[in-house]
């Protein structure tokens, strides 16, 4: 499974961004692709996840009703829609799949190579 992120780069307090992550070579209606990210000095940590198929979004309470997540299965495209943004959202943010989904880093087998995110004012 390959995995390829866009769409950072630096935008104002309260502004929005979206993501996007092209993902190919999935093997399984059963898969997942989550979002992560990981500020400079502290660990990757988990912020959205959305199965391949069906309707169920999964949130980081950091995150939720700000960030949302969704999917178009005809371009193999996961999307994260940024909202009210926020200094501590900074990071470098990945797109990842697992064949479980789930919360944790180890919990995703294959990793885009990430895009950054800057919220400054």
């Known amino acids: 499974v390959q995995l390829q992120a866009s769409g950072g780069g630096l935008v104002q307090i309260g502004g929005s961004l979206r993501l996007s992550c092209v993902v190919s070579?999935?093997?399984?209606?059963?898969?997942?692709i989550g979002w992560f990210r990981q500020a400079p000095g502290k660990e990757r940590e988990w912020v959205a996840t959305?199965?391949?198929?069906?309707?169920?979004?999964y949130y980081a309470d950091s995150v939720k009703g700000r960030f949302f997540i969704s999917r178009d299965n005809a371009k193999n495209a996961v999307y994260l829609q940024m909202h009210a943004l926020k200094p501590e959202d900074t990071a470098t943010y990945y797109c990842?799949?697992?064949?479980?989904?789930?919360?944790?880093?180890?919990?995703?087998?294959?990793w885009g190579q990430g895009t950054q995110v800057t919220v400054s004012s």
């Open positions: 990842a799949q697992s064949m479980t989904g789930g919360m944790e880093v180890a919990d995703y087998d294959s």
């Open positions: 959305i199965l391949w198929t069906g309707t169920n979004t």
């Open positions: 070579g999935l093997t399984s209606d059963e898969d997942a």
